[in-house]
T-cell receptor, first 115, second 109 residues
Framework: IAGITQAPTSQILAAGRRMTLRCTQDMRHNAMYWYRQDLGLGLRLIHYSNTAGTTGKGEVPDGYSVSRANTDDFPLTLASAVPSQTSVYFC??????????????FGPGTRLTVL | GQNIDQPTEMTATEGAIVQINCTYQTSGFNGLFWYQQHAGEAPTFLSYNVLDGLEEKGRFSSFLSRSKGYSYLLLKELQMKDSASYLCAGMDSNYQLIWGAGTKLIIKP
């Protein structure tokens, strides 16, 4: 693989179900991010990780959790999905978090529908 | 609060020049990014400005005025493939990006 990948590409999920969105990068980037993108709104940060072993909350963390066990992987888990979590989810990574090291590279996105 | 404002939609003609404006209010400021996003695809990096002035990169240029909280993206010699959304993002004091909703640019022949 080259760059950053996400799985699944799309998913339809029943409300109340648990779901994990996967994200893997092979650029050895220190920082990783999860965003959601909704029509008419900017990208909103859900959670981030500045380096393996650490995570932080973004603007809209409620209902989501993340882990960063190693440099490459940054899964996002919805413990009990609700319809308001219907969105396009983007994973991104950057070399660092300062200056132009924060140039973020995005995965192709996961389109999630919660019914 | 933190806020990024940019026009929702703009229309321009193939071969022309278009300027997309962005105003920002962030808690602290560590630079401003522009990204391009084609429909159904991921955003891709265009430019990063942290000092006042114009940065030119081929057909695309980006300008920043820190005192005015203002930036613009200038696209020259427009091509049909430039039809996309253009996202402005300011980096705050915590080095997190605050994103605008994006400007959808429609190019007409």
């Amino acid at each position: 693989i080259a760059g950053i990948t996400q799985a699944p590409t799309s998913q339809i999920l029943a409300a109340g179900r648990r779901m994990t969105l996967r994200c893997t990068q092979d650029m050895r980037h220190n920082a990783m991010y999860w965003y959601r993108q909704d029509l008419g709104l900017g990208l909103r940060l859900i959670h981030y990780s500045n380096t393996a072993g650490t995570t932080g909350k973004g603007e809209v963390p409620d209902g989501y959790s993340v882990s960063r066990a190693n440099t490459d992987d940054f899964p996002l888990t919805l413990a009990s999905a609700v319809p308001s979590q219907t969105s396009v989810y983007f994973c991104a990574s950057s070399e660092g978090d300062r200056g132009d090291y924060n140039e973020q590279f995005f995965g192709p996105g996961t389109r999630l529908t919660v019914l | 609060g933190q806020n990024i404002d940019q026009p929702t939609e703009m229309t321009a003609t193939e071969g022309a020049i278009v300027q997309i404006n962005c105003t920002y209010q962030t808690s602290g400021f560590n630079g401003l990014f522009w990204y391009q996003q084609h429909a159904g695809e991921a955003p891709t990096f265009l430019s990063y400005n942290v000092l006042d002035g114009l940065e030119e990169k081929g057909r695309f240029s980006s300008f920043l005025s820190r005192s005015k909280g203002y930036s613009y993206l200038l696209l020259k010699e427009l091509q049909m493939k430039d039809s996309a959304s253009y996202l402005c993002a300011g980096m705050d004091s915590n080095y997190q990006l605050i994103w605008g909703a994006g400007t959808k640019l429609i190019i007409k022949p």
